[in-house]
């Protein structure tokens, strides 16, 4: 195999394996916080796209501009679906959270198919994103090199966040133990609320990225890649944010890697996700940057 | 045990009886229409009564129906498929041997349906249950959607996305019904036996289960194949009903409608699963008109594809929110009590 | 031979000692007491013995075998039964039911047999709901049988969870801190019924319990732990005068 052929499918991976990761964060911070896993993440990262969408078609915003305020709607969502369905069923047993989740999970997809249509919306992509470098002779759409790059700055103000904030300590305090945070007078509630604030807002970047890189939405386009971001998650150690980016890039190139190298199996591709996950609970049970899983 | 076991036994067979009556008229005088809810109502009473005795009785939460499901539709599909039609179906790649030859009556192909997919779960049940809670729906969910990529990749056995087409009608009321009664009577039967009891206590302790020598692992591996066996023969069921599958069927949009149908019935109330599945099958038909365009006179509605999915969403998180114990709670039915209620006394 | 013998049982996690070379034997028909502040390890030796955890280092025979890391239910069904400290009943089933499920490990009945009710099922289950009410009337709650576990008061709790324990069938009992929120008056009632049950089931019993009037009392032979490590052991009388013990529980006091 070419060299140059290699490298640009590892490019790919990262590019993708960053979206995976950038989805992961929301996964593995309300995870951490609330030990929910919060199965209508990859559903909020579709309304972040949808969000998106019809800032720059019906507002005629600026690309930037109307991204920006996806992000926004998409946190507002977030503490929406906090306080309007997690919050009731906070001290029910886990399942029942769980199966809440589910329950907020089909709503969305649903209410998507009911509002949006369920016919696919070609996403405009900005046209920087568009332009196609030549590095020694590579060629890269810009939209692969650019989705690394504001991944990182994404995970770098979410670290800083949690660990030079105040709130991020809180946030931080409460993984540890609820009971005695909010002994110690923090509003566990706000914090959780931010929480799911931060998660949907990182998500919702996941999603535009993706949307551009596709080019187009539909409402049931979280599905997969929500699946894969827990994955991710999970593979990084859940609860732990690094590791949730560091899950997300190595199942990005495992997916792109098996594509390229192994064109016959292509179809299988959805499937690695859930082989890496079994593995994973089978034989490394806590992750690969060691988090302990609860029980 | 119960002083009034007699009594309650013969209460039971004549139920049974009453039911057949009314599914004979059903048959003979019901519209096309009727027919098809109940045929769908029996099969959603399999699923459900299987799946909630995994998930409400045991108290392990799987998210893989849709995957014993699918292996069994296929498995019976593909052994009922006369060797001629499979090789008009089989058009991209052609139906591996010794599939593409045999052909065997509905009864086997059903039973083998719940045989293939209750080896599958004993297969996945040795990672799955090495985790629990939501990791343990997490695995099991991922299994489900690797059963539907196998099904969509492995052209020559499931003929891939094209799905199988031309399955013969076999199922009709009295198969329906038939299996639908069977289910509910063995799982009953388990549930009441001392394996339900034990079931019932890994799902409340299983520290305490482990205490008094509970083998939790096996008694969860029990629940599992079992559900996954009367899973495999709905599966089976259904495809002789609708006639043609495909992978999109089997998508986790099944679970959910399990989960929801268990959820509302009481996780571990058979009996409320029973009438979720009919509330649930009957209401999706109810509910049929929201979807449909509507002329008000004055304005004209769309239809609109997925209302339905939306307001069985929110009965979901709002039974979750409001009533967590669905209709039934952990609560069955039973005659001592119907007796009670209609003044009938017995012997306490 | 004893009956049960530990020998260098230690227990780490992470980097602290749970408990540190702790032995023992016990013969047959004894009833021996483990003691000590609390946090000492107690329940960690417990742990251990039924099969909740793998001892980091040392042996645990029962009956010549070695069982040490044994999963829980294959010690159970070798003959080791013990109560929690923590009530554990099963909520949902009723008081036989809590009982008759002990009996359940050792039927013969396949799944396939309970469920089509095979005549050799209908003999057991005659059995287990004969054994049950048998055992329910020895500790004294036959009149409660078809009531809800959890709709009894705490005393009864215990005795329940006793109940269920000798339905394994077992040779040696394992009891946490079986007279914990008891009144005076219960605790007495306790303390017959478990040397009438030892009498009764030919059973050995090991026992943790922080009252003292009842330790002394009911037990033949004890160990005292503190800090994981066993601090003195002999009969209740060499205890209550051993200056090391004395020194643990004032301290306790002090620290508390």
């Known amino acids: 195999m070419e060299l140059t052929f290699f490298l640009q499918q590892m490019i790919n991976g990262v590019a993708l394996g960053s979206l995976y990761g950038l989805i992961a964060i929301g996964y593995t911070m309300v995870y951490g916080i609330i030990r929910l896993i919060n199965f209508a993440h990859g559903d909020v990262m579709m309304m972040g796209c949808y969000f998106a969408y019809f800032g720059i078609l019906m507002f005629s915003l600026p690309w930037w501009a109307s991204f920006a305020v996806a992000l926004l709607l998409t946190a507002a969502l977030g503490v929406l679906m906090d306080k309007g369905a997690y919050l009731p069923v906070r001290n029910a047993p886990r399942i029942s959270a769980l199966i809440t989740a589910i329950g907020v999970s089909f709503l969305l997809e649903n209410l998507g198919l009911v509002v949006f249509g369920g016919r696919p919306k070609g996403f405009e992509t900005p046209d920087m994103f568009n332009e196609v470098y030549e590095v020694a002779g590579l060629m890269f759409p810009a939209l692969v090199l650019w989705t690394p790059l504001l991944t990182l700055a994404i995970l770098g103000i979410i670290l800083l966040i949690i660990y030079r904030t105040k709130t991020g300590r809180a946030m931080r305090c409460i993984s540890h133990d609820m009971e005695t945070t909010k002994l110690m007078g923090v509003d566990v509630n706000r914090i959780i609320s931010i929480t799911f604030a931060v998660g949907s807002a990182a998500a919702a970047a996941g999603g535009i990225m993706w949307a551009m890189r596709y080019p187009e939405i539909n409402p049931l386009m979280g599905i997969i890649p929500g699946f894969k971001a827990f994955v991710a998650a999970v593979l990084g150690g859940i609860g732990n944010i690094t590791g949730a980016m560091l899950g997300g890039l190595l199942l990005g190139i495992a997916e792109i890697l098996l594509v390229a190298l192994m064109p016959e199996l292509a179809g299988y591709r959805d499937a690695v996700a859930f082989g890496l996950l079994i593995l994973i609970l089978l034989f490394r049970p806590t992750g690969l940057m060691g988090t302990k899983l609860p029980d | ?348 | 031979m004893a009956l049960l013998t530990v020998e260098h049982l230690t227990m780490k996690f992470g980097g602290l000692v749970a408990v540190n070379d702790f032995d023992l034997a016990l013969e047959k028909n004894e009833i021996v007491g483990l003691i000590g502040p609390n946090g000492a390890g107690k329940t960690t030796v417990f742990n251990m013995i039924a099969g909740y955890y793998t001892p980091t280092e040392g042996a645990i025979r029962f009956q010549g075998s070695s069982i040490a890391g044994q999963k829980a239910n294959r010690i159970t069904k070798a003959g080791i039964a013990r109560t929690f400290q923590n009530i554990r009943l099963f909520s949902e089933l009723s008081v036989i039911e809590n009982v008759m499920i002990g009996y359940h490990c050792r039927i013969r009945s396949t799944f396939l047999g309970a469920t089509l009710r095979f005549p050799l099922y209908r003999r057991e289950e005659k059995m287990m709901v004969e054994g049950a009410m048998n055992l329910l009337r020895e500790v004294g709650l036959e009149d409660v049988a078809r009531e809800m576990s959890t709709s009894l008061p705490y005393g009864k709790q215990r005795r329940l969870e006793i109940a269920r324990a000798l339905a394994t069938g077992p040779q040696l009992l394992l009891l946490d801190e079986p007279a914990a929120g008891m009144n005076a008056n219960e605790t007495q009632d306790l303390l017959q019924l478990i040397l009438k049950l030892r009498k009764d089931y030919n059973l050995t019993v090991f026992l943790i319990e922080h009252d003292m009037k009842f330790v002394m009392e009911i037990c033949e032979r004890l160990k005292v732990l503190d800090y994981g490590t066993t601090i003195a052991e002999g009969t209740p009388h060499e205890i209550q005068n051993n200056p090391r013990v004395i020194e643990a529980y004032l301290g306790e006091v002090q620290r508390a």
Request: with cysteine; hydrophobic share 55%; aromatic share 12%.
């Open chain 2, 1 to 348: 045990m119960d002083p009034n076991h007699l009594r309650n036994q013969i209460l039971s067979i004549a139920g049974t009886v009453v039911l057949l009556a009314l599914l004979y008229v059903a048959n003979t005088q019901g519209s096309d229409y009727t027919i098809r809810i109940l045929n769908n109502i029996a099969i959603f009473i399999i699923l459900a009564v299987s799946y909630n005795l995994i998930n409400g009785v045991t108290g392990q939460f799987s998210l893989a129906p849709n995957a014993f499901v699918a292996i069994g539709s296929y498995t019976s599909a593909l052994l009922t498929l006369t060797p001629m039609e499979k090789e008009i179906s089989f058009i991209i790649e052609p139906c591996i041997w010794p599939l593409s030859v045999i052909t065997l009556p509905f009864i086997v192909s059903l039973v083998a349906a719940g045989v293939v997919a209750a080896l599958l779960a004993l297969l996945m049940g040795f990672p799955v249950f090495r985790t629990r809670g939501d990791y343990l729906a997490i695995v099991t969910l991922g299994f489900g959607e690797v059963v539907r990529v196998i099904a969509n990749n492995t052209q020559s056995i499931t003929n891939g996305p094209l799905g199988l087409k031309g399955i013969a009608d076999f199922t009709n009321i009295w198969w329906a019904w038939g299996f639908a009664i069977i289910t509910v009577f063995l799982i009953g039967r388990m549930i009441r036996s001392s394996y339900g009891m034990a079931m019932k206590a890994v799902k409340f302790d299983q520290a305490a289960a482990e205490a008094v020598g509970i083998n939790t692992y096996w008694h969860k591996m029990l629940a599992f194949t079992t559900s996954a066996f009367f899973q495999g023969v709905g599966g089976g069921l259904l495809a002789h009903l609708i006639t043609t599958i495909s992978p999109v069927l089997f998508t986790f949009f099944l679970t959910f409608n399990l989960l929801i149908i268990i959820v509302a019935g009481g996780l571990g109330s058979t009996t409320g699963a029973i009438i979720a599945a009919i509330l649930f099958t009957w209401g999706g038909e109810a509910l049929r008109f929201v979807e449909e365009p509507m002329d008000l006179g004055f304005i004209d509605i769309p239809g609109i594809p997925g209302m339905r999915m939306v307001i069985f969403s929110v009965i979901l998180v709002l039974i979750m929110i409001f009533a967590r114990q669905g209709l039934m709670g952990t609560r069955e039915f039973n005659w001592n009590w119907v007796c009670r209620k209609l003044g009938i006394g017995g012997r306490s």
